[in-house]
């Protein structure tokens, strides 16, 4: 049984007779009857009386209009939904963004979007890099931002690629520096982030690599209680830059950090290797060629 033999079958009901049939449909009478004619044997019963010129259903034959009627009206809907997907007037974006800057990022592309689509639902996640490749690969998101990934189980978008800089105390012996090294804030505490940051790896990484392990203050992924935290006299926190300079206040002073090469906030959207991305998803990522952030910084 197909849709084909199903609509034709209706319009010969609707229009009294094949002939008429056939006009509404654009093929010819012997088409009409042949499909209708391989309906019935498809359900091995017959569903029109023919008398003449004259048509009447069976009894198997109400049933079936019936249901082809439901049927051919769903297939109709099933196209209409698909076709304002493709027109992004309905669909859903699964998206999770970093928590660490996502206010100073994202917030403008997040309205942006919303203004373009309004009718698409967003399900947000926000977190660090590992919670949010663990929900990409398990099926909760389907794109998200996290650090460049190296695992080849993503593909990937760039976005940006920032410095970090160093927010002290105003009173840190460094905080009137022109830039800071990091092997220089040897001594000083630092405030980290959650563990699922990713970035706190490269941080390690990149002392042990100067010759000293930093000495943990607190964790926090939340960037203003940081800052706060580096006011109060706590220790130093690394940001990018892009994120630190929205942060200084009374108290607190930003200075360049002058770091290996690895040590930076490169942010990229990713999603599952070999993923069908949905045109929801789609356009987020067109949108964000479109913003200037999205352009690497040497």
């Given at each position: 049984m197909e849709f084909k033999q199903l609509r034709s079958f209706v319009e010969v009901v609707h229009r009294g007779g094949f002939t008429q049939a056939g006009k509404t449909l654009h093929?010819?009478?012997?088409?009409?009857?042949?499909?209708?004619?391989?309906?019935?044997?498809?359900?091995?019963?017959?569903?029109?009386?023919?008398?003449?010129?004259?048509?009447?259903?069976?009894?198997?034959?109400?049933?079936?209009?019936?249901?082809?009627?439901?049927?051919?009206?769903?297939q109709s809907e099933l196209q209409s939904e698909l076709d304002d997907m493709q027109q992004l007037t309905r669909g859903e974006l699964r998206l999770g963004l970093p928590q660490l800057g996502g206010d100073t990022l994202f917030a403008e592309l997040f309205a942006e979007y919303r203004r373009r689509y309004p009718n698409v639902t967003i399900q947000l996640l926000e977190g660090g890099t590992r919670?949010?490749?663990?929900?990409?690969?398990?099926?909760?998101?389907?794109?998200?931002?996290?650090?460049?990934?190296?695992?080849?189980?993503?593909?990937?978008?760039?976005?940006?690629?920032?410095?970090?800089?160093a927010l002290l105390p105003?009173?840190?012996?460094?905080?009137?520096?022109?830039?800071?090294?990091?092997?220089?804030?040897?001594?000083?505490?630092?405030?980290?982030?959650?563990?699922?940051?990713?970035?706190?790896?490269?941080?390690?990484?990149?002392?042990q690599s100067l010759g000293f392990t930093p000495k943990e203050a607190g964790r926090s992924g939340q960037a203003d209680f940081l800052a706060a935290l580096v006011a109060a006299g706590q220790g130093v926190v690394l940001l990018p830059s892009v994120v630190a300079r929205g942060l200084v206040r009374p108290g607190v002073v930003r200075v360049p950090l002058q770091a290996p090469d690895y040590l930076r906030w490169d942010i990229a959207f990713i999603w599952r290797e070999g993923a069908y991305l949905s045109k929801a998803a789609q356009a987020w990522l067109a949108l964000l060629r479109e913003y200037p952030l999205n352009r690497a910084v040497p």
């Open positions: 093929i010819s009478q012997s088409a009409v009857s042949k499909q209708v004619a391989q309906l019935e044997y498809s359900l091995g019963t017959p569903l029109l009386e023919r008398t003449g010129s004259h048509i009447r259903l069976t009894a198997a034959g109400r049933v079936v209009l019936q249901r082809a009627e439901a049927m051919l009206r769903l919670s949010i490749e663990q929900a990409i690969l398990n099926g909760e998101l389907e794109v998200g931002g996290s650090l460049m990934p190296s695992d080849p189980a993503f593909a990937w978008q760039a976005f940006c690629d920032e410095p970090l800089d105003v009173d840190h012996p460094l905080a009137q520096q022109p830039q800071v090294h990091l092997e220089a804030l040897a001594d000083t505490p630092f405030l980290m982030y959650q563990r699922s940051f990713v970035l706190n790896d490269r941080l390690l990484q990149a002392c």
